[in-house]
């Protein structure tokens, strides 16, 4: 019982932590707003990550290209390592720290939106792709642990959740990015 109970005292503790940060939920709402001009520019929404991170990844990508709260129509949002056989092939030919960076460059355009996650910030398969967006004006956005890692110096807007404890941040990661699907969602199709 006493796991539990810490468990989820630390999971409040962190989410406080964040309501406390006037920077990162300033961030949290820019992050929102420049998504939102991006699909209404007819530009992508991507997300990559690795294990977990990848996951979540495919869980966000899902909330904007499916639905999140009601019916309405599809946004352009996807998650980069859903092709197996391209994964595979690239790991194989490239190697695994290319995986997104090589899709960027034959997918994204200026304007096209990056969201990293990883609870380090110091993957090095996505701070390559953070390094290849720059070069094609991809926007970057990093959803990180506490310090942001090699992430912070490479993303235009870093998401980085007060905690060191990957399962705390990952937790984290879950519930901001469900705040940014339901600010994209509610912008681009209102309820009347």
Request: hydrophobic share 40%.
């Amino acid at each position: 019982m006493d796991t539990i109970i810490r468990s989820i005292e630390e999971s409040i503790a962190t989410k406080q932590a964040i309501l406390a940060n006037q920077a990162l939920l300033e961030t949290i709402q820019a992050v929102a707003n420049v998504m939102i001009r991006a699909l209404r520019d007819g530009k992508r929404i991507l997300w990559c990550g690795n294990g977990g991170s990848a996951a979540d990844a495919q869980h966000l990508a899902a909330e904007l290209s499916g639905r999140f709260y009601y019916d309405r129509p599809p946004l352009n949002s996807e998650a980069m390592h859903c092709n197996t056989s391209y994964l595979t092939a690239v790991a194989n030919d490239y190697g695994y720290d290319l995986i997104y960076s090589r899709m960027i460059d034959g997918a994204c355009k200026p304007g096209d939106v990056l969201i990293g996650i990883s609870t380090s910030g110091n993957s090095t398969n996505i701070c390559n792709a953070f390094r290849k967006a720059k070069e094609l004006g991809v926007i970057t956005v990093a959803l990180t642990g506490e310090t942001g890692g090699e992430m912070k110096a490479l993303a235009d807007y870093l998401l980085n959740v007060p905690s060191a404890d990957t399962p705390r941040i990952q937790e984290s990661h879950i519930m901001i990015g469900h705040i940014i699907c339901e600010i994209v969602e509610s912008k681009m199709f209102p309820r009347v």
